[in-house]
T-cell receptor, first 112, second 114 residues
Framework: DADVTQTPRNRITKTGKRIMLECSQT?????MYWYRQDPGLGLRLIYY???????NKGEISDGYSVSRQAQAKFSLSLESAIPNQTALYFC???????????FGQGTRLTVV | KQEVTQIPAALSVPEGENLVLNCSFT??????LQWFRQDPGKGLTSLLL?????REQTSGRLNASLDKSSGRSTLYIAASQPGDSATYLC?????????????FGPGTSLSVIP
């Protein structure tokens, strides 16, 4: 099994719909992150969490919310999807000892 | 604010050539630097992790170096193969802010021609 699992892998949704992207990890790390990737812009941080009670905004959090249901689970929600949220979304966890990052396979989201 | 850049943005080489990908970062206060590989539309595969106290790491045909004082890292790929075609991303674990996060460069798209 993968260290970090994202579901769904692909999703097409309509403008205005609410959608949730899920992430689970088996590494046992407290730190989890959500990034989005756009062509030519690299990966940008949306939200991050250092434990179940610690959730923080990243550089592009507007239009997104998150929920840390457990140490192993971190979900990203788009309350009202818009076309410019079409992107590839990545969840990650980080080993606090050596700060090595582990990424999921990504969720390709298309908002039409 | 930490910024990470990568040169070149795209590279096309014939099979068998040795090549170098470059990564620069603006703030030397980092925990580590990681090189990732990304196949089109796919996830990120970690290739090499260099801690801030290290100068280089090697894995098979890959060698990554780190010069923290100058804010530079290189990824050297020896005897390139068509299967090496992918986008290569460098990322730094930044300690310059109040939280630990990984900041990515935009990537270098590599194409190895058979």
């Amino acid at each position: 099994d993968a260290d970090v699992t994202q579901t769904p892998r692909n999703r097409i949704t309509k403008t205005g719909k609410r959608i949730m992207l899920e992430c689970s990890q088996t590494k046992g790390h407290d730190r989890m992150y959500w990034y989005r990737q756009d062509p030519g812009l690299g990966l940008r941080l949306i939200y991050y969490s250092f434990d179940v009670k610690d959730i923080n905004k990243g550089e592009i959090s507007d239009g997104y919310s998150v929920s840390r249901q457990a140490q192993a689970k971190f979900s990203l929600s788009l309350e009202s999807a818009i076309p410019n949220q079409t992107a590839l979304y990545f969840c990650a966890t980080m080993d606090p000892l050596n700060t090595e990052a582990f990424f999921g396979q990504g969720t390709r989201l298309t908002v039409v | 604010k930490q910024e990470v850049t990568q040169i070149p943005a795209a590279l096309s080489v014939p099979e068998g050539e040795n090549l170098v990908l470059n990564c620069s970062f603006t703030d030397s206060a980092i925990y580590n630097l990681q090189w990732f590989r990304q196949d089109p539309g796919k996830g990120l595969t970690s290739l090499l992790l260099i801690q801030s106290s290290q100068r280089e790491q090697t894995s098979g045909r890959l060698n990554a170096s780190l010069d923290k004082s100058s804010g530079r890292s290189t990824l050297y790929i020896a005897a390139s193969q068509p299967g090496d075609s992918a986008t290569y991303l460098c990322a730094v674990a930044d300690r310059g802010t109040s939280y630990d996060k990984v900041i990515f460069g935009p990537g270098t798209s590599l194409s190895v021609i058979p």
